[in-house]
């Protein structure tokens, strides 16, 4: 079984700035993808941001530009680094962990996190 520990939401003023980390541990043998969801009340799971195997990332349009995406492929560890927060950024924050294998032959399985907390002061 895979494990996924958030950390780092909190409240910020708007334009405050937040980072948060994701860390997976159990039996990993590969992730083909690390990244973020996000969900405010009301609404359904959105992406914020992606990152493959590979470096590549991809970003939700309303963030571009203010959150970025990293990656330590060592640990199994995603950031997001989030900066220039707005009141609409304000939701739970779900780390995803897509494409996991155990081993070389394994089925590939899906992961997420308990979800963090992100609020943004007018």
């Known amino acids: 079984q895979v494990r996924l520990m958030e950390s780092g939401g909190g409240l910020v003023q708007a334009g405050g700035s937040l980072r948060l980390s994701c860390a997976a541990s159990?039996?990993?043998?590969?992730?083909?993808?690390m990244g973020w969801y996000r969900q405010a009340p009301g609404n359904q799971r959105e992406l914020v941001a992606l990152?493959?195997?590979?470096?590549?990332?991809n970003y939700a349009d309303s963030v571009k530009g203010r959150f970025t995406i990293s990656r330590d492929f060592a640990d199994n560890t995603v950031y997001l680094q989030m900066n220039d927060l707005k009141p609409e950024d304000t939701a739970v924050y779900y780390c995803?962990?897509?494409?996991?294998?155990?081993?070389?032959?394994?089925?590939?399985?899906?992961?997420w996190g308990q979800g963090t907390q992100v609020t943004v002061s007018s």
């Open positions: 995803s962990a897509k494409g996991v294998r155990d081993t070389v032959i394994s089925n590939y399985r899906d992961f």
């Open positions: 159990g039996s990993i043998f590969s992730i083909t993808a």
């Open positions: 990152m493959s195997s590979r470096g590549l990332s």
